[in-house]
Antibody, heavy 120, light 103 residues
């Protein structure tokens, strides 16, 4: 069965950095696009970034562009999100999600999420 | 970017009621519209993709319709386990969500 397990969250000071990981299993990771989606406490869902199956294209929300970098290691079945210059408004649960693989963009499997808290 | 609006923002209905949520896109998105259910403390779950296709394993009381800019999500007979927040989504944009409670 498909499993996505995020790790790397924690408390970081404003201006600091953090790298999230998402370990994937139960499907052929190298053939699917992957996403990061976040949810601030008590708020709705916010799309953060997308990476194509082969890493050739990456897309970012305007709110994180230039500060966050999405990447993947298909040999390790792992997705990453490098977060730099963190701000208080980046505080959220971060989910990785798998693209369904059909035309359009759908998130058919999600991880359990990892909490990032940016605070001094 | 395309903007997505949802209404209502919250609703309260009785078990067995028919529940309808609408989602409107700021421009034509064809049928590229998906619906998710999120229960408190849990990750979202894909229910409907491409406006009207039921994801595998999702109960048939859930349905979706629409195309272009106007979409509808329906629960034909509300069950206690359907208490959740429902989000529409197109590419990189989520709607603000609709919280569904039992009356």
């Amino acid at each position: 069965q498909v499993q996505l397990v995020e790790s790397g969250g924690g408390v970081v000071q404003p201006g600091g950095s953090l790298r999230l990981s998402c370990a994937a299993s139960g499907f052929t990771f190298s053939t699917y696009g992957m996403y990061w989606v976040r949810q601030a406490p008590g708020k709705g869902l916010e799309w953060v970034a997308f990476i194509r199956y082969d890493g050739s294209n990456k897309y970012y929300a305007d709110s994180v562009k230039g500060r966050f970098t999405i990447s993947r290691d298909n040999s390790k079945n792992t997705l990453y999100l490098q977060m730099n210059s963190l701000r208080a408004e980046d505080t959220a649960v971060y989910y990785c999600a798998k693209d369904r693989g059909s035309l359009g963009s759908q998130f058919d499997y999600w991880g359990q999420g990892t909490l990032v808290t940016v605070s001094s | 970017d395309i903007q997505m609006t949802q209404s209502p923002s919250s609703l309260s209905a009785s078990v067995g009621d028919r529940v309808t949520i609408t989602c409107q896109a700021s421009q034509d998105i064809s049928n590229y519209l998906n619906w998710y259910q999120q229960k408190p403390g849990k990750a979202p779950k894909l229910l409907i993709y491409d406006a009207s296709n039921l994801e595998t394993g999702v109960p048939s009381r859930f349905s979706g319709s629409g195309s272009g800019t106007d979409f509808t999500f329906t629960i034909s007979s509300l069950q206690p386990e359907d208490i959740a927040t429902y989000y529409c989504q197109q590419w990189r944009t989520f709607g603000p969500g609709t919280k569904v409670d039992i009356k």
